[in-house]
């Protein structure tokens, strides 16, 4: 943060360019070798006003609006990925610890029942991983279309119920807790942000 109050959130490769000292730990060899995107900054994405309470990245937790920085030449140039491009196709991934798979099906079944979330666990995201990522210009139509996935998709066996449970979503707060547990966003901004439109929880 600067004297003016802006904060800046930087890339691991431009944080090493500039010599900061960070917590490299967070960073993947997958990140670096594979998917290559030690050049972006990342954040995730939360609805509403509730969010995440905490951040496994670190003790503090930073909230940015984006109606406030709609505008921001890096975040133009973004893009949303649905879940983690490795594992794109997949609402829990199999190679997830059991631990974060028995989490992510128990806050699964505070939504739906059992037969929808055992459907969920089986089924196909898309049929691409282009199908799961788009530009910051496409993100809302993208994520509206993505949120009916589990509805359309080929392999979808969704009950009346769970229909109903989705398309009677209306609230922030709600459209969160959906999200929540079919995706794992993530917003890539290349090499920087800069905003003073932020709080630190």
């Known amino acids: 943060m600067d004297s003016n109050g802006k904060a800046t959130f930087f890339s691991r490769d431009e944080l090493l360019s500039r010599r900061i000292v960070f917590d490299q730990s967070h960073t993947t060899k997958s990140d670096i070798k594979d998917l290559q995107t030690t050049d972006f900054a990342f954040f995730s994405l939360d609805i509403g006003e509730n969010g995440k309470s905490n951040s496994r990245f670190g003790k503090n937790k930073y909230e940015i609006p984006l109606k406030e920085i709609a505008d921001n030449g890096y975040l133009r140039e973004s893009f949303f990925a649905m879940n ?40 196909e995201l898309g049929n691409y991983p282009e199908e799961t990522v788009f530009s910051y210009g496409e993100h809302l139509n993208q994520l509206a279309i993505r949120m009916l996935w589990p ?8 009950s009346t119920k769970g229909r109903n449970t989705i398309l009677s979503t209306t609230t922030p707060d709600e459209y969160d807790s959906l999200l929540s547990i079919l995706y794992r966003v993530q917003v890539l901004v290349p090499v920087k942000l800069e905003t003073e439109y932020f709080s630190r929880k």
Do not use: C, F
Request: hydrophobic fraction near 40%; charged fraction near 20%.
């Open 84 to 123: 983690d491009t490795l594992y794109w196709n997949k609402i829990i991934p199999p190679q997830w610890p059991l631990a974060a798979q028995e989490s992510l099906m128990r806050r699964m079944g505070t939504i739906l029942d059992t037969h929808d979330v055992d459907n969920l666990t089986q089924l």
């Open 151 to 158: 509805l359309v998709a080929d392999n979808s066996n969704m």
